[in-house]
Structures are given as structure tokens and as C-alpha cells.
């Protein structure tokens, strides 16, 4: 079992909608980043959460320690956010790289 | 640009052979990180350098090494290649303290 579980793995949408894409980890973490990468393969750092909740723009993301879980909302959609939203958490030992989820694949349409 | 520059962008080389792979970090961040993004097993941690010390190691391959020079650029050397180290390799840097990380564009490998 994957230490980091996204879900969909695959969404398909509307332009305008809201969108969720859930992660859930079983491992402790010291933090939580959400990733975007579109086509080509470039890598944003949309988000890094310990707790609570952060908004950038049409993006939140939110955490929830006790349940290990986090969720990535998307307010008033548009094509230019098709692309992989990718969850990946860093263990609370500090000194160690990212375990990714296997990300999710958003398509936006007009 | 994100201010962690990899070179090259695109490389080909034949099974068998040696490459090496380069990451500046931006300015002032001492953390280097290399992710392997294959087809198959999707984005994974290799190797961490910390002003000029290995950190943390990874799911990296005996046949693959790395190493952080003292202008703290890193090279991720990769020998006696299979096909199926066709990947994306991504350099990520962090600055002291900070959970926060910033990644390069990568290097897309291709093994033939």
C-alpha cells in the first residue's frame, strides 16, 4: 500500500466548477505539499501545510493532522488548471526527501 | 524560472554508457534534492545533499551517485545505463530551516 493515496486519480470537469482532489497518508509528516505539473513536466510548489488551511488566488488547501488527510480545492475552474495536481508529504524525521502520491490528472473543458 | 537551473534539458545516450546530470540550486538555499519521475513508479526520492554532505538517501540505485560541490552545485552521475532508467530527473532545492521546496524544469533522460 502507498504511504500517500490521491484521489481521483483521474477528473474531468467544466469550466466554473469547484474541484476537490483528496490525499491521505499513513505515515507521520512534519509537512505536506501540494504539487502542480503540466504537460512538458515542469514542477510547482503550489502549497506546503503543517496545519490549518492556506488560499492562494482560486486555490485552498487544507489539512487535518489526527486524520492524516488533505484535501486541494479549486474555486471557479479554468482550462489553464488542467494538469497533475501531485500530494507528497515529508516524514517527521526532517532529513529525508518527499513520498508522492501518484497525482491526479485534471482536465478542465471549456 | 524557479531559480534552480538543471542542465541539460533533454539527453540520449545508448545502454551502457555514463551520464552526468547537473543542478544549481537558487541562491542562498544549502538543500539539494534529486527525484527520479519515471512511466512506472512515478516521482521518487534518490538523494539529499546539505552543504556539501550526503543528507539522505533514497530508493537510488548502487549504479547511480551523486555528490555537492563546495559553490554547492550538484551532479548526479549515472552509470552503466538500462533502458529503464528513461526518466525525468528533478532537482529540488531548499533553504536551511525550511520545509519549503523549489524545483528545476529537469533533465529528460533517454536510454536507448
Known amino acids: 500500500k502507498n504511504e500517500v493515496e490521491q484521489s481521483p486519480q483521474n477528473l474531468t470537469a467544466q469550466e466554473g466548477e469547484f474541484i476537490t482532489i483528496n490525499c491521505s497518508y499513513s505515515?507521520?509528516?512534519?509537512?505536506l505539499h501540494w504539487l502542480q505539473q503540466h504537460p512538458g513536466g515542469g514542477i510547482v510548489s503550489l502549497f506546503m501545510?503543517?496545519?490549518g488551511k492556506k488560499k492562494h488566488g482560486r486555490l485552498i488547501a487544507t489539512i487535518n493532522i489526527q486524520e492524516k488527510h488533505s484535501s486541494l480545492h479549486i474555486t471557479a475552474s479554468h482550462p489553464r488548471d488542467s494538469a497533475v495536481y501531485i500530494c507528497?508529504?515529508?516524514?517527521?524525521?526532517?532529513?529525508?526527501?518527499?513520498?508522492f502520491g501518484k497525482g491526479t490528472h485534471l482536465i478542465i473543458q471549456p | 524560472d524557479s531559480g534552480v537551473t538543471q542542465t541539460p534539458k533533454h539527453l540520449i545516450t545508448a545502454t551502457g554508457q555514463r551520464v552526468t546530470l547537473r543542478c544549481s540550486p537558487r541562491s542562498g538555499d544549502l538543500s539539494v534534492y534529486w527525484y527520479q519521475q519515471s512511466l512506472d513508479q512515478g516521482l521518487q526520492f534518490l538523494i539529499q545533499?546539505?552543504?556539501?554532505?550526503?543528507?539522505a538517501k533514497g530508493n537510488i540505485l548502487e549504479r547511480f551517485s551523486a555528490q555537492q560541490f563546495p559553490d554547492l552545485h550538484s551532479e548526479l552521475n549515472l552509470s552503466s545505463l538500462e533502458l529503464g532508467d528513461s526518466a525525468l530527473y528533478f532537482c529540488a532545492s531548499s533553504p536551511r530551516g525550511s520545509h519549503g521546496y523549489t524545483f528545476g524544469s529537469g533533465t529528460r533522460l533517454t536510454v536507448v
Open positions: 507528497a508529504v515529508r516524514s517527521g524525521g526532517g532529513a529525508d526527501g518527499l513520498t
Open positions: 505515515v507521520g509528516i512534519s509537512a
Open positions: 501545510l503543517s496545519s
Open positions: 545533499y546539505y552543504n556539501g554532505e550526503e543528507r
